[in-house]
């Protein structure tokens, strides 16, 4: 195998051509640019590259083999070790960086979509192949495919209650693009605050800040966002997640939204609606429909497939007011040339043939078994700990007794080979509140979501 490696080397340098070579391997392998199982190049391609010769390159793999930085196997080649030391983990961050090998992953996010409707999908996919026309492989419409778009109204008004039609929405890269096109938009309509709720999703906090605008946290309780507290931080945008809080998981009350929308009028403000698992609704009785309804000139409506189809898609969507939207779309031309067509016209043909809801079906049903495990387990093996909201989406809030020492708990599950996230992470300020664990749980077995907590249980001190 015809292997290439850059490898500095100096000829004119005190230190022999062998020690430049072995420092130089070594030095890639410790600021993590040689990975791991990385097979080089055999010596005799090395020695041609670099032109020197080949009992150098032997002596330098040689004694980095010895040192426990290579192995060489007879017919495999040398390569970088497989077994690495990763650094610490600090339970805090455990989903930045690397983390360890667990058997159970409890942390909400991308790893915690429990399906993918991979016929479905290939079905559709196949059919936006055979129907794309020859202005399919230009570059798309940027504000999106007008198929979607028109699939996604019918679906919005139809599940969520919102109030579009094609001409108010786009297609974009999941909700991280869509944040990313709103902040410079908001700075030019003279907004330099973006209110967060808090606790709310860290990433998000981060990315306002370094979009330019002020992450202002505002107090979320049981009835969703303080609005009495919003009103009070002098912001005049502000980001939510009403229906299914992250991560409380909390639905913003009937007279919140009232007040909301009140606050929204008084400051000239705009609302985002941040509606992450819109789909994922198996609690019994009628579900939340969209705040956009109630305020459509005031909210930007944001969705996206990332929890119910895959987050390795990017791909969401906007409903917004013409105005809103005419700033979303001349943000965006200086930034992005759209959303990739063959991706749109699959959704759409999922979308319109019922595929969609089927999979959404499905979804919800595996989804409510694994949240039935997960309160058995808590009351079996967490006593006094607490599953708050409504079965909704694909993570739980546990909330601990106040005796309970959440960081404790965390790093006592990992020596237990359980990854799960404290709530303190969530917090932007000074908690007042119990301690918490945020669990994802959809993805895993109902044996797993038990054993899991069960192991939760054997190492709890309260």
């Known amino acids: 195998m015809a292997l290439h ?27 993590g640019i040689l990975h791991p199982g ?26 980095l083999v010895a040192e426990g930085y290579l192995e060489a196997a007879q017919g495999a080649g040398t390569r970088v070790v497989g077994h690495l030391e990763d650094k610490p983990v600090v ?36 059919q936006a192949l055979h129907v794309a026309e020859l202005s399919h492989h230009d570059y798309p419409p940027l504000a999106g495919e007008p198929a ?10 139809r599940l969520r209650g919102v109030r579009t039609t094609p ?43 370094e979009s330019g605008l002020r992450a202002v946290p505002v107090p979320v309780d049981d009835e969703g966002i303080d609005v009495d507290a919003l009103a009070a931080s002098g912001a ?46 198996y609690e019994r009785g009628v579900r939340p429909l969209a705040l956009q309804r109630t305020m459509p000139d005031r909210v930007v409506y944001a969705g996206t497939a990332s929890k119910s189809l895959s987050p390795g898609l990017r791909l969401g969507w906007i409903a917004a007011p013409e105005p809103m939207l005419d700033l979303l779309l001349r943000a965006r031309a200086r930034h992005d040339l759209g959303t990739e067509h063959l991706t749109q016209l699959a959704f759409a043909e999922l979308l319109s043939t019922g595929l969609f809801d089927r999979h959404l079906r ?58 799960v996230r404290g709530a303190a992470a969530f917090h932007a300020r000074p908690r007042g509140d119990a301690p918490a664990l ?17 192991a939760l249980g054997a190492v709890r001190r309260w």
């Not at 850059?6 to 420092?23: H, Y």
């Not at 979607?148 to 008004?157: A, F, I, N």
């Not at 909201?389 to 739980?396: K, N, Q, T």
């Not at 895993?444 to 069960?454: H, I, K, N, Y």
Request: glycine share 10%; net charge neutral; charged share 25%.
């Open 438 to 454: 945020v669990v994802g749980h959809a993805h895993l077995p109902r044996s797993g979501v038990t054993e899991a907590v069960r």
């Open 148 to 157: 979607l778009r028109r699939e996604l109204t019918s679906y919005l008004g």
């Open 38 to 63: 990385t097979r080089l190049p055999s010596s005799r391609r090395l020695a041609g590259d670099l032109d020197v010769s080949r009992s150098v390159v032997v002596e330098a793999y040689g004694q």
């Open 91 to 126: 339970p805090a961050l455990l989903d930045e960086g690397q983390v360890p090998q667990v058997r159970w992953d409890l942390r909400p996010g991308g790893s915690n979509v429990p399906d993918f409707p991979r016929r479905e999908w290939l079905r559709c996919y196949q």
């Open 362 to 419: 499905r979804l919800n049903s595996l989804a409510r078994s694994r949240r039935q495990a997960l309160d058995e387990a808590v009351r079996r093996h967490l006593p006094g700990a607490t599953v708050l909201g409504p079965g909704a989406g694909l993570h739980a809030y546990v909330q601990l007794p106040r005796r309970a020492d959440e960081g404790a708990l965390v790093a006592g599950a990992l020596r237990r080979s359980v990854l």
């Open 167 to 209: 001409e108010h929405i786009m297609v974009v890269g999941g909700f991280a693009q869509a944040l990313g096109l709103l902040c410079p938009v908001l700075r030019r309509l003279g907004i330099d605050a973006l209110a967060i709720e808090d606790p709310g999703h860290p990433g998000q906090r981060q990315f306002v800040r």
């Open 5 to 31: 490696m850059a490898v500095e080397v100096v000829r004119d340098s005190t230190d022999s051509l062998t020690s430049q070579i072995q420092e130089f391997i070594k030095r890639e392998i410790s600021e």
């Open 236 to 281: 005049r945008a502000v980001l939510v997640t009403p229906a299914h809080q992250f991560p409380t998981g909390v639905t913003l009350s009937a007279q919140r939204r009232e007040a909301l929308a009140r606050w929204a009028e008084d400051v000239d403000g705009w609302v985002i609606e941040d509606d992450y698992d819109g789909g994922l609704w």
